[in-house]
């Protein structure tokens, strides 16, 4: 029996494994240097921006003036504000912007907004549609690069995504944008040198006109964006990354808001993961699909902060295995595991996160991920699964 129990860890290390190793992959090809996209800014495609708002009174004015001076002559916007009760649509037709109100408190989530918007665009669609949440703000140039390469390699385009901490936050926000940066800066550009996908990331996304027309867009999952890529990718269009292009936002100060904006996000993943997590990496294996499979072990990397709290973990139970039974082999697999886990922290720091953190506020970090272990616990005894907006600082 003992024996059996042995054989089943070192099973489960040797799973544990894979996930740290995608990482240190897209850790070390991220390193490396930025490798610039191949973009033919050519003609210019005609573009429809579309801007899914729920509540979004407090900053939908700015977000939609850095829209606007990208706009050409050809190209439209058009925000929807979706079961808003502040002053969203006003505000929004006041700076200028077209505005489609959808009512349906039985249909919540950012994905029946988006449906809403590109039903409205059948009779006169546009060659690129562009999604840019009401909360972020887009740099220069950036609509021009998304929507040329998403009309030249007819699949969807991943603009980089940034959350930055306000100038007054303190150590545990600056430390969740470090964990941002691994995840949707580290991450995707190192399999972009690889030549491989990305996930989509809800904002900054582009898709020609077909894909997106065709695209099941109506729910109310907590991770739509990730659900959308993995359909798209099954077609044969998996999503291309374009750090050229860039999206920014500011994440909450508020402890609720903070609180609410990370169940959202990471219940959403672990529950795609368990969904899914299981049935990409054999789809992607029997079609000897490496764009399918690559997506799928990119989507079995948890968020950074539960992978650091499994990995501690794993490695005090083989220590104590070790103490007991004097089995090594447990022991040495969890130590490679949590040296990995760490080189790749380590090089995603000092490549992108030093303008975030010091090294002693790295190190910290492991508090920050103790800190979440209520978030993590909730998901098994009270998962959400419902979309819901985390309250902004204003509110």
């Not at 447990?330 to 790749?344: C, E």
């Not at 978030?375 to 907006?389: A, D, G, I, S, T």
């Amino acid at each position: 029996m003992r024996t059996l129990l042995q054989m089943v860890w070192l099973l489960l290390l040797v799973m544990m494994l894979i996930p740290v190793a995608v990482l240190l992959v897209q850790a070390i090809y991220a390193y490396r240097g930025v490798q610039t996209t191949a973009i033919d800014i050519g003609r210019r495609p005609s573009v429809v921006v579309l801007v899914p708002a729920h509540n979004e009174a407090q900053g939908i004015a700015d977000t939609i003036a850095s829209i606007r001076e990208q706009l050409r002559e050809d190209d439209r916007m058009l925000v929807i504000a979706d079961n808003c009760s502040d002053e969203t649509a006003a505000l929004a037709l006041a700076a200028g912007a077209p505005v489609l109100e959808r009512h349906n408190m039985e249909e919540r989530g950012k994905g029946y907004a988006l449906d809403f918007g590109v039903r409205q665009l059948t009779l006169s669609p546009p060659e690129v549609v562009i999604v840019i949440d009401a909360d972020c703000k887009m740099t220069p140039g950036s609509i021009t690069r998304l929507a040329c390469l998403a009309v030249s390699a007819q699949r969807p385009v991943q603009a980089l995504d940034l959350m930055r901490a306000p100038q007054r936050a303190g150590l545990k926000t600056r430390i969740a944008e470090f964990a941002w940066i691994v995840k949707n800066k580290v991450r995707p550009l190192g399999f972009h040198h690889l030549g491989l996908p990305c996930q989509l990331m809800g904002t900054g996304m582009a898709f020609p006109w077909a894909l997106i027309a065709n695209a099941s867009l109506a729910n109310g999952h907590l991770a739509e964006d990730m659900k959308l890529g993995i359909e798209m990718a099954r077609t044969g269009a998996a999503p291309l990354f374009c750090p050229e292009a860039c999206v920014i936002s500011y994440f909450p100060i508020g402890e609720e808001a903070t609180r609410m904006q990370r169940t959202r996000w990471e219940h959403g993943h672990m529950g795609r993961l368990i969904s899914e997590g299981w049935r990409m990496p054999v789809q992607g294996s029997v079609r000897r699909n490496r764009v399918l499979l690559a997506m799928a072990l990119d989507m079995c990397v948890p968020p950074l902060a539960l992978l650091t709290l499994i990995s501690l973990a794993t490695f005090v139970i083989t220590l104590l295995n070790y103490a007991v039974f004097l089995f090594m082999v447990p022991l040495l697999l969890s130590t490679v595991i949590l040296s990995a886990l760490s080189l790749a922290i380590l090089l995603s720091w000092q490549r992108f996160g030093q303008d975030v953190l010091s090294l002693r506020d790295l190190f910290s970090a492991l508090g920050y991920a103790f800190w979440k272990v209520p978030l993590y616990m909730k998901f098994f005894v009270n998962r959400q699964l419902e979309w819901v907006r985390a309250k902004r600082d204003a509110e």
